[in-house]
């Protein structure tokens, strides 16, 4: 009877539940991003699904710090000629997340 119980248990978990678990897929380690890291400000490159509020859970279950602000910018897929032929770079999503002056988040 424990197994049952177990399983419904994990069924009843919301769709909420399942998405925030895995909304940040890393942190975007680039030039600008180190430079805004000195300002408070850190990137994430996120999946397509995120939404602030999810998204601000989220970093305060994972990084135990509290966002003041989040900016998410959508990149649509560019087109790139290569070697003679037409290709494209993928769309992706991507977040800056503003944390006030004492917090920070170790990304290494």
Known sequence: MAKKEIKEIKETKTKEE???SSLIISPRLT???SNLSSQNVYTFNIK???TKITLAKEIEKI???KPIKITIVN???TAVFSRGKLGYK???KKAFVFLKKGDKINLS
């Open 18 to 20: 399942k998405i925030v």
């Open 31 to 33: 030039e600008k991003a």
């Open 48 to 50: 397509t699904e995120a």
């Open 63 to 65: 990084y135990k710090v």
């Open 75 to 77: 990149q649509p897929r």
């Open 90 to 92: 993928s769309a992706f």
